[in-house]
């Protein structure tokens, strides 16, 4: 009993270690892109692209590195990592965005979400 508390308690970290690190890359990179497009004459038609482009890369680390201790189902966890991170996500535009609706460009971004952090999941649990 007390050996599967703990396995389950190492998921639990694990799983919440691959969201945080996601979030903390997708914060800095969007910092540094936001500083970019105000110092630079970059077309604002680029942001949306970039943002799925930074939030699948941010939940592909994330997931990766948070599945590198996890040596089984990287595909499930990957997707709970990447599901986890579009809820917080999803939640604090809400929050701070009373017309929030769920869009295509909303869709795109849950499924970019869930296709990376499965893809994370695969290559931490593969890693060596």
């Keep these: 009993m007390e050996v599967h508390q703990k396995a389950e308690n190492n998921f639990l970290i694990n799983l919440f270690k691959g969201v945080g690190i996601s979030l903390i890359f997708t914060l800095v990179i969007l910092l540094i892109f936001s500083a970019i497009l105000t110092f630079t004459n970059i077309n ?14 941010s939940i592909l680390i994330g997931s ?21 991170y579009m809820l ?4 604090i535009s ?7 609706n769920l869009n295509l460009q909303s869709l795109i971004m849950i499924i970019v979400g869930m296709v990376f952090g499965m893809l994370g999941g695969i290559i931490g649990v593969n890693r060596s």
């Design 64 to 84: 990766s590195i948070g599945n590198n201790r996890i040596k089984k189902n990287g595909l499930l966890n990957g997707a709970l990592v990447g599901i986890i």
């Design 94 to 100: 809400s929050l701070l965005n009373w017309k929030f």
């Design 44 to 57: 604002e038609n680029v942001i949306n692209p970039v943002i799925i482009i930074v939030t699948g890369i």
């Design 88 to 91: 917080i996500i999803y939640i």
